[in-house]
C-alpha cells in the first residue's frame, strides 16, 4: 500500500491483509490495466455502429474520421452526452421508484411506509403549485407523486418538468429556455440522447452538446423530486453526531452493510434491525445488530438517522476484508461486482435486491415494498446466520473511525441560521458573505476514483479553502471523505477554519445549540441530495435579486469517477457555476467539445468547467473564481 493509493489510514490497515490472504482490490486490477487505452481517455474511440471500433488520430498522422465520416468532435460528443443520458437515467429512475412509493403511501398500499414528515410534504406542495388546505396527507401525497410522475410523462416540448420549474430562479429558467435545454419530460429526453447519437443521425458537436446539457437538466429534475420526495418519506434530515470510517464495525456485533442509493430498501432495512436485535443477541452477538452504511444509501440513512458511515466508493471492499461484515444488502448503482467474489473469500453475505441489479454469486432477495418488512427480515436473517459463521481469527476491523456531525439539509441550514435571525435566516448568511467573514461557497461532490490517492484531493482543497473562509459544503463520496477524515466535527472547525469563517461558523453553531461550532464541512446528503445545495444556492440569489451565475459559489468533484458525476457536473455548469474536474474528463480528443465546455459555456450559462489535478493549484483556481465573483458583485 502507498500513499499514491490512498489516504485513509484504514486502507493502509487492510490492504496487506488483502494481499496476504490473496484477495485482490480496485487498486490491484488499476494496476494490471495500466496503460490505460489512449483513445478511450480522449474519448475518439467510436463504437456506436459494428463497422467499427473506429478511433481518430490524435496526432493526425493516421484517419481523422470514422469510416462514416464522424469526425473527433462528432465522436467526443456522442461519447460524453451518452455518458451523460446514463447518469440522468440513474438518477431519475432512483426518482421514479421513489415517486411511485409515494403513490402507493398515499393509496394506501404500501402499509411498510408512512409520510414521517408532513409538514415537508405541505412545502413541497406549495412549492410545486399544489393547493393543500383543507385537504388529507393521502390526497396531498397523491397529488405531489402525480405530479412528479408528470416529469416523466408529459409530452408538451414547450412545458418544462414541474420540479425544475419549481427549482431554479426565473432569471436562470428564462436563460435556460432560451437556449432551448429545459428538459419536458426525463425519459423523452434521455431517449432522445440514445436516438440522436445513433450512428447517421445529429453529427454537429455544439447541438450534440446542448443536447446532453438537457439531459443532465433532466438529471437535476430527478434529483430534486429523490430528494424531496424521500424526505417526505423518511424525514427530513437535522444535524445529528455519528461516526466515520471502517472503526464503526462491531466486532460483537451482526454487521450489516448497506450500500447503494435508494433509500426505499435500507431504512426498511433498519426498522427491521431495531425488532430482530435480540435474536442477534441470541445468536451470541452480544451488541446486538449494528447497520453501517457505504457509499449514497449510507449517507442517506446517515443523514436522516446518525447511522455510521463505515466508507466511501473505492474501499468498498475492504469493509469486507475486515472479515466482520457479516452481511452487505445492496440496491443500485456503485457496487463493484467484485464484492461477490471477496464475500465469498469469508463468511460474508452478499444481497442483491432489485430486479435490474443482480450479481453473479451474490444471494438474491426480491425486494418489494408492497414486502418490504418481509424481505427485509429475510434478509436481516441471513445476517445474523452468517455471523454464526464468522471465523473470529480473521477480523481485522481497523481501529480507526471519527466523530462526525451530519444532516445539514436546506431545512437544518436554514434552521441554524433562524437561530440567529428569525425572521430573516438568510440574512446572516448574506450578510458575512458581503463583509467578506465567508468569502465564498464551495459544493464538493461526486466519487472517489483510482487516479487519485483516494480522498487526498477532497482533503487537500477543503482545507486550503477551509483557511481562506470558504463555507463548505458537501455530498455524496465527497462528503464520506470528509467524514472519514474528521472534518465534519467541530474539532476541525477550530483547527482548519480561518479566523473569520471560524468566527460565523462558532456564532451560527453556538446558537443553534450545538454547543460550539459548526462542523468544518455540512454534509447535505447523498448524491441525489445536491439539488439541496441548489435550493440554498437559489434562496439567496433570489433574496439578492441575482441569478446563480452570480453568486460567489463553486462546486468541485476532485475525484469524479461515474457516469452520474458526468450528469451533475454538468447540469452545474448549466446553472451557472463553475465547475472544478480533478480528473481528465474522456474530451480532450476535441478540442471544439473542450473550448465549449470550458469557455463557450461561461457566455451561454455563466458557469464552465475548470480542469485542474492538482489539489492545491486546485484551491487557488477556486479561490480566484470565488474573488472575481465577488469583484463582480460589488462586494
Ligand atoms: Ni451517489 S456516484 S461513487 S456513491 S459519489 Fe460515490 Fe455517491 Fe460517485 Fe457513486
Not at 424531496?228 to 434530515?237: C, N
Not at 449517507?299 to 461484515?325: C, F, K
Not at 445549540?513 to 447535505?524: C, I
Amino acid at each position: 500500500m502507498t500513499t499514491n493509493q490512498s489516504i485513509d489510514p484504514s486502507a493502509a490497515a487492510l490492504l496487506p491483509v488483502a494481499k496476504k490472504q490473496g484477495i485482490s482490490t480496485v487498486w490491484d486490477r488499476h494496476k494490471a490495466m495500466q496503460p490505460q487505452c489512449g483513445f478511450g481517455q480522449l474519448g475518439v474511440c467510436c463504437r456506436i455502429c459494428w463497422k467499427g471500433p473506429c478511433r481518430v488520430d490524435p496526432f493526425g498522422d493516421g484517419p481523422q474520421v470514422g469510416i462514416c465520416g464522424a469526425n473527433a468532435d462528432t465522436i467526443v460528443a456522442r461519447n460524453v452526452i451518452r455518458m451523460i443520458a446514463a447518469g440522468a437515467a440513474s438518477h431519475s429512475e432512483h426518482g421514479r421508484h421513489i415517486a411511485l412509493a409515494l403513490l402507493g403511501v398515499a393509496k394506501g398500499e404500501l402499509p411498510a411506509y408512512q409520510i414521517r414528515d408532513e409538514q415537508k410534504l405541505r412545502s413541497v406542495a406549495a412549492k410545486l403549485g399544489i393547493n393543500s388546505e383543507g385537504k388529507e396527507i393521502a390526497a396531498i401525497a397523491e397529488e405531489i407523486a402525480l405530479a412528479s410522475l408528470e416529469d416523466f410523462r408529459n409530452q408538451d416540448h414547450d412545458k418544462p418538468c414541474n420540479w425544475i420549474a419549481s427549482a431554479l430562479t426565473a432569471k436562470r429558467l428564462e436563460r435556460l429556455a432560451g437556449l432551448h435545454v429545459l428538459p419536458h419530460n426525463i425519459d423523452a429526453v434521455i431517449t432522445q440522447i440514445m436516438a440522436r447519437t445513433h450512428v447517421g443521425c445529429d453529427s454537429d458537436p455544439v447541438n450534440l452538446i446542448l443536447g446532453g446539457i438537457k439531459g443532465a437538466l433532466a438529471d437535476f429534475d430527478g434529483m430534486c423530486l429523490a430528494t424531496e420526495l424521500s424526505d417526505a418519506v423518511f424525514g427530513t434530515p437535522s444535524p445529528v453526531v455519528t461516526a466515520a470510517n471502517l472503526g464503526v464495525i462491531k466486532e460483537g456485533a451482526v454487521n450489516i452493510a448497506v450500500h447503494g442509493h435508494n433509500p426505499l430498501l435500507s431504512e426498511i432495512v433498519c426498522d427491521v434491525a431495531l425488532l430482530m436485535d435480540d435474536e442477534a443477541r441470541k445468536a451470541g452477538a452480544k451488541d446486538g445488530i449494528n447497520i453501517i452504511g457505504i457509499c449514497c444509501t449510507g449517507n442517506e440513512v446517515m443523514v436522516r438517522h446518525g447511522i455510521p458511515l463505515a466508507t466511501n466508493y473505492l474501499s468498498q471492499e475492504l469493509a469486507l476484508i475486515t472479515g466482520a461484515v457479516d452481511a452487505m444488502v445492496v440496491d443500485v448503482q456503485c457496487i463493484m461486482p467484485s464484492v461477490s467474489e471477496i464475500g465469498a473469500c469469508f463468511h460474508t453475505e452478499i444481497i442483491t435486491t432489485m430486479d435490474d441489479n443482480k450479481i453473479t454469486g451474490a444471494r438474491h432477495v426480491r425486494f418489494r415494498e408492497e414486502t418490504a418488512v418481509e424481505n427485509a427480515r429475510q434478509i436481516v436473517g441471513f445476517a445474523i446466520d452468517a455471523f454464526k459463521r464468522r471465523d473470529p481469527l480473521r477480523v481485522n476491523i481497523p481501529d480507526f473511525k471519527q466523530t462526525a456531525i451530519v444532516g445539514f439539509g436546506t431545512e437544518a441550514i436554514m434552521g441554524a441560521l433562524g437561530a440567529i435571525n428569525a425572521e430573516d435566516p438568510l440574512k446572516p448568511l448574506i450578510d458575512n458573505i458581503a463583509n467578506g467573514n465567508i468569502r465564498g461557497i464551495a459544493l464538493f461532490a461526486g466519487c472517489n476514483n483510482t487516479q487519485v490517492a483516494q480522498d487526498s484531493s477532497f482533503v487537500t482543497i477543503a482545507k486550503k479553502l477551509a483557511k481562506n473562509n470558504v463555507l463548505l459544503l458537501a455530498t455524496g463520496c465527497g462528503a464520506g471523505s470528509f467524514a472519514k477524515h474528521g472534518l465534519m466535527s467541530q474539532e476541525a472547525t477550530d483547527e482548519y477554519a480561518g479566523e473569520s469563517l471560524k468566527a460565523v461558523l462558532t456564532a451560527i453553531g453556538t446558537a443553534a445549540g450545538l454547543n460550539g461550532p459548526l462542523p468544518l464541512v455540512l454534509h447535505m446528503g447523498s448524491c441525489v441530495d445536491n439539488s439541496r445545495a441548489v435550493e440554498v444556492a437559489g434562496a439567496v440569489a433570489n433574496r439578492l435579486g441575482v441569478d446563480l451565475d452570480q453568486l460567489p459559489l463553486v462546486a468541485s468533484a476532485p475525484e469524479a469517477m461515474s457516469e452520474k458525476a458526468v450528469a451533475i457536473g454538468t447540469w452545474s455548469v448549466a446553472l451557472g457555476i463553475p465547475t472544478h474536474l480533478g480528473i481528465m474528463p474522456q474530451i480532450t480528443g476535441s478540442a471544439m467539445v473542450t473550448e465549449l465546455l470550458t469557455e463557450t459555456a461561461k457566455e451561454l450559462f455563466g458557469g464552465y468547467f475548470m480542469v485542474e489535478l492538482d489539489p492545491n493549484q486546485a484551491a487557488d483556481k477556486l479561490l480566484t473564481v470565488i474573488d472575481e465573483r465577488r469583484k463582480a458583485l460589488g462586494i
